[in-house]
């Protein structure tokens, strides 16, 4: 069946670059794109942008381009979501989930970062 | 950005009762292709989000047909025709039809 997993918690502190990581099994990792959808408290859910593992072309969400860099690795079925000049309000889980015609339709269980 | 605007922001449901939430876009959804790039999520307790519907109604596998999806345009809306004890949590709308896709704030179903 389809998973993506993801790497566990992490602290950073304010200026800091976190880099999380989301592994792709049980289908062709090149097929589908892989987006990172944040959900911070109290602030809903927030799509920061998708890379097409096959290309490695991304879309990033203009808020972000500056900071975010989406990578992949085809030899190991994972992407990567790098996050630089980190401040308090980027604390979030962050979540990446599969592209395609069903949306989102699957999601890892999401990386908690917190940045204090 | 295109605004999601989901009402009610909370809904308390008897088992066994519809309920419905909806969901309006600051902008149409229609996209050239002639396809509505609207989706609903639902996130349970400690949860990842899951995918109800796409394309305003399409169910993916595995997804029960008490849940339906209505609308076109700007206006859009979840149906579920029996609540069950398992449909708890926050119902969400998202679109795709531009970059980038933003989300409705959320609905919270409890169960009465």
């Known amino acids: 069946q389809v998973q993506l997993e993801q790497a566990g918690a992490e602290m950073k502190r304010p200026g800091a670059s976190v880099r999380l990581s989301c592994r792709s099994s049980g289908y062709i990792f090149t097929a589908y794109k892989i987006h990172w959808v944040r959900q911070a408290p109290g602030r809903g859910f927030e799509w920061m942008g998708g890379i097409n593992p096959n290309s490695g072309s991304t879309g990033i969400a203009p808020r972000f381009k500056d900071r975010v860099t989406m990578t992949r690795d085809t030899s190991t079925s994972t992407v990567y979501l790098e996050l630089r000049r980190l401040t308090v309000d980027d604390t979030a889980i962050y979540y990446c989930?599969?592209?395609?015609?069903?949306?989102?339709?699957?999601w890892g269980q999401g990386t908690p970062v917190t940045v204090s | 950005d295109i605004v999601m605007t989901q009402t009610p922001l909370s809904l308390s449901v008897t088992p066994g009762q519809p309920a419905s939430i909806s969901c309006k876009s600051s902008?149409?959804?229609?996209?050239?292709?002639?396809?509505?790039?609207l989706y609903w999520y639902l996130q349970k307790s400690g949860q990842s989000p899951q995918l109800l519907l796409y394309e305003i109604s399409k169910r993916p596998s595995g997804v029960p047909d008490r849940f339906s999806g209505s609308g076109s345009g700007t206006d859009f809306t979840l149906h579920i025709s029996r609540v069950e004890a398992e449909d708890v949590g926050f119902y969400f709308c998202m679109h795709s039809v531009q970059v980038p896709p933003t989300f409705g704030q959320g609905t919270k179903l409890e169960i009465k």
């Open positions: 989930a599969r592209g395609g015609e069903e949306l989102l339709g699957h």
């Open positions: 902008q149409s959804l229609l996209y050239t292709d002639g396809k509505t790039y």
